[in-house]
C-alpha cells in the first residue's frame, strides 16, 4: 500500500492534499474522568495476556496523551521534564486500533497527531526484537518510549541522562494508569535488545529506546 492510499484511508482530506505533512489528527483527549487517581492506582496491574478486541482510536489517542500531552499553553506536559526540555520521543506500534491501520507512528504532543513511519503490521518484530515476548505481539498497541538525551545534556551535562531516565518513569507510569483508568490493562517492558526495536521503531541514531507498553482489553 502506498503512502497515499493509506493516508486517504486515515483521513480523505490527506488524499486530497488538503494537508501535505503526512500527518495523522487524532480525537481530542478528555481531561475528565470516571475514575479517580486512587482508583486507577488499585486498579493497576502488569498485563499480559490481551484479548483480540482492538482497541478504539480514542483509546489509543488517550494513551499517548497521558505519556507526553501537552496540558499548558506554555506547552507543559502530562509527565514532569527537568527544565522542561522535554528528551523523550514517543511512538505508537499499532497492529489492531479501530480506524488506525496497522503501522509505526510517532506522536507529535504539540499537534496531539501521529506521522506515519512504517506501514504495516510490525507486533511480531517488535517481539523479537524484544527477547521473544509474545505479549509484545499480542497486544493490539503497543507505546515506546526514547530519549534524546542532547537535549537534556546540554544543560545538565552527564546527569541529563538520568533525568531522561526519570522523565521515562513518570511518562510510563501516566500510560500504565491511563490504561487502568480505561478499563485496559499493559505491562512495561524493558528486555529488549536496543538496536533492533530502534530498527523496527524507525528510530533516527540520536534516538535510545527505553521502554515498550504493550496495552489491550483483558
Known amino acids: 500500500m502506498d503512502r497515499r492510499r493509506l493516508l486517504a484511508m486515515l483521513n480523505p482530506a490527506l488524499a486530497s492534499g488538503g494537508q501535505s505533512s503526512g500527518a495523522v489528527p487524532l480525537p481530542k483527549p478528555r ?20 484479548s483480540r478486541a482492538a482497541l478504539a482510536l480514542e483509546e ?13 499553553p506554555s506547552g507543559y506536559r502530562t509527565a514532569p521534564s527537568a527544565g522542561a526540555l522535554y528528551p523523550l520521543e514517543t511512538l505508537l506500534c499499532a497492529g489492531r486500533i479501530d480506524g488506525l491501520p496497522p503501522g509505526v507512528y510517532r506522536y ?13 503490521d510490525r507486533r511480531a518484530e517488535l517481539a523479537a526484537a524484544a ?6 505481539r ?6 515506546a518510549l526514547a530519549a534524546v538525551y542532547r537535549r537534556v545534556t546540554g ?23 491511563q490504561a487502568a483508568a480505561l478499563g485496559l490493562g499493559g505491562v512495561p517492558v524493558g528486555a529488549f535488545d536496543d538496536r533492533a526495536v530502534a530498527r523496527v521503531l524507525r528510530l ?15
Open 138 to 143: 499480542e497486544a493490539p498497541a503497543v507505546v
Open 108 to 120: 507529535r504532543p504539540d499537534r496531539h497527531d501521529l506521522i506515519v513511519l512504517a506501514e504495516g
Open 31 to 50: 481531561t475528565a474522568g470516571n475514575v479517580s487517581v486512587e482508583q486507577a492506582l488499585h486498579a493497576r496491574r502488569s498485563l499480559r495476556s490481551y
Open 60 to 72: 489509543a489517542a488517550q494513551l499517548l496523551w497521558a505519556a507526553q500531552g501537552v496540558t499548558s
Open 155 to 177: 544543560r545538565y551535562l552527564q546527569r541529563g541522562v538520568r533525568y531522561a531516565w526519570m522523565e521515562a518513569g513518570h511518562a510510563a507510569q501516566n500510560v500504565l494508569l
Open 131 to 136: 527477547l521473544s515476548q509474545g505479549w509484545v
Open 204 to 218: 533516527s541514531s540520536e534516538e535510545e529506546p527505553l521502554y515498550l507498553i504493550p496495552v489491550g482489553r483483558r
